[in-house]
């Protein structure tokens, strides 16, 4: 199904067209440009966010994060992110890098170690040496696209972001690299991620642990030592906040929500919805 967001920032083009190119960089992003995004944001892309200033305080897939500059955050497509409070002083650069970008991104990275350690923190602080070489590194990308002449700028950009994060912003993960993740650990992880790809249509645990090849039980009990919510509940989660997002932010009307969610019926799902936020989703529209 087709929809779209109706996210008032003020930005310089609108999202679809930011979408259209491969490598899309914002500088001095500050609270004016984000006064109005006070509901949580579906990502419908990869997105980097530099930090250079002040703090803020967001939930990134249900997951509460103090934010303080210097702060790279890390953001995949399809994660939501809430925004709980920005600071008056607060400026940020952001790099928005499309499906096909990161493809080319995963085949150089994904073997690595850093790569799994992106993925398991997607908050970091900015070591000083690295901090300083951020404004630089957002130099060289706009004088790469800059570049009309060049047939290969697709190219030049994603080893530019390559050498720019193996030659400085590995530093910022070096606190984490003799982290030791235990197998009920990766299970978490795996977990959280299948559901956060699957959960519109799969919210029984049989698929979850089929994937994981360990019993329903176990995968739970695990995953409730591991974060402190059964597995049950972080797909109910997911499921409440993407309710949540289409109910604020998109075209879709109650009935489309419910069957975007893949609920039997509209009824159904507004008795899913007040079970868990004690609204229904008119009245959550609305308020």
Request: proline content about 5%; hydrophobic content about 40%.
């Amino acid at each position: 199904m087709g929809y779209i967001f109706n996210y008032k920032i003020d930005l310089p083009a609108s999202v679809s067209e930011i979408l259209e190119h491969d490598f899309w960089i914002l500088e001095n992003v500050n609270p004016s440009m984000l006064a109005s995004l006070n509901e949580p944001v579906k990502f419908a892309a990869s997105t980097w966010i530099f930090v250079n200033r002040g703090q803020c305080k967001a939930d990134l897939s249900l997951i509460s994060h103090e934010i303080t500059a210097p702060s790279l955050v890390t953001i995949r497509n399809s994660q939501i992110l809430t925004p709980k409070y920005i600071s008056p002083d607060f400026n940020a650069s952001i790099i928005v890098m499309s499906k096909r970008f990161m493809e080319n991104i995963f085949m150089f990275m994904n073997s690595s170690p850093l790569y799994s350690l992106i993925n398991r923190h997607p908050i970091v602080s900015l070591v000083p040496e690295v901090a300083a070489k951020v404004s630089g590194f957002f130099s060289d990308v706009k004088n790469v696209m800059s570049d009309k002449d060049n047939p290969f700028v697709s190219q030049a950009l994603v080893y530019s972001f390559l050498s720019f994060v193996f030659k400085e912003v590995y530093k910022c993960y070096m606190p984490y690299r003799k982290e030791i993740i235990s197998n009920q650990g990766r299970m978490s992880d795996q977990f959280i991620y299948l559901a956060q790809e699957h959960f519109k249509t799969e919210r029984f645990l049989d698929f979850y642990a089929e994937k994981l090849e360990v019993t329903p039980k176990h995968l739970s009990r695990t995953v409730k030592k591991q974060t402190g919510f059964t597995a049950v509940e972080w797909i109910e989660r997911f499921v409440i906040l993407e309710a949540k997002v289409l109910l604020k932010s998109s075209n879709l009307n109650i009935q489309q929500i419910a069957d975007e969610l893949n609920f039997p019926s509209q009824s159904f799902f507004g008795k899913y919805f007040k079970k868990f936020t004690g609204m229904s989703p008119k009245e959550f529209r609305n308020s």
